[in-house]
């Protein structure tokens, strides 16, 4: 499994990748192709020969793992994400994928957790305040697949796991990235961008073969939405 910008792939066989809203889009990291989108508020954290593994980080009874078929994105099962704080919820879910993180063993899935909070507000407060708006909390649980269950981690999974790299630096050191480039990753023999391309209102994903920097295909994930023209005075 690699991890790409917005989601994670299985090599060259199945990527799959979460829009604003947290749509899931399953795609063939070869060509393009769309097989299929399923869900909302969804972040996708692990892909396997037969389930994607994602959070839904926005339900009201917080973060719960969703296991969907890899086939056709079917909902299989659910469970809710113990033991995650009540304010951290709205850290996981307003923070950048770094902050859930899975590995595969087996047929389970190690289910990383961090959340945490600091002082947002205007001019600098003393360092008691600056102690209560600090919150930092994490977690880790092991997503059975074949029992359909999640089991709370070992004592040292969180540990013996460290979080992955990013390889943006990596692939920006090898070969230049283009402008409009603000993440990358790899998925089987292919680079995969997430870019911003000018004069548009668009953000994609892009398939770019390594060898000689040619797009294979390109997908729309978001719409942003400019803010309309101020009213003449």
Do not use: F, K, N
């Amino acid at each position: 499994m690699q991890r790409i910008p917005r989601g994670v792939t299985d090599d060259d066989r199945l990527a799959v990748v979460g829009t604003r809203a947290g749509v899931l889009l399953a795609l063939d990291p070869r060509t393009g192709d769309v097989r299929w989108r399923q869900g909302r508020g969804l972040r996708p954290c692990a892909v396997t020969a037969h389930a994607v593994v994602a959070v839904r980080v926005d339900d009201p009874d917080g973060p719960v793992v969703v296991v969907l078929d890899s086939a056709d994105g079917r909902e299989l099962w659910t469970a809710v994400l113990p033991d995650v704080p009540i304010w951290a919820r709205r850290a996981l879910a307003d923070d950048p994928p770094s902050s859930l993180d899975c590995t595969l063993d087996g047929e389970q899935v190690l289910l990383r957790w961090e959340a945490s909070t600091w002082y947002e507000g205007g001019a600098a407060p003393g360092a008691r305040v600056l102690d209560e708006h600090a919150r930092q909390a994490d977690g880790a649980v092991r997503v059975d697949l074949g029992s359909r269950s999640v089991q709370p981690a070992s004592p040292g999974d969180l540990a013996a796991h460290a979080r992955p790299e990013r390889e943006t630096a990596e692939l920006a050191g090898d070969r230049g990235l283009a402008a409009d480039v603000v993440d990358a990753g790899r998925a089987g023999g292919l680079r995969v961008e997430l870019a911003t391309p000018a004069a548009t209102d668009a953000v994609v994903l892009r398939g770019v073969d390594q060898e000689d920097d040619a797009v294979l295909w390109e997908v729309l994930l978001d719409q942003q939405t400019r803010r309309p023209p101020p009213l003449p005075q």
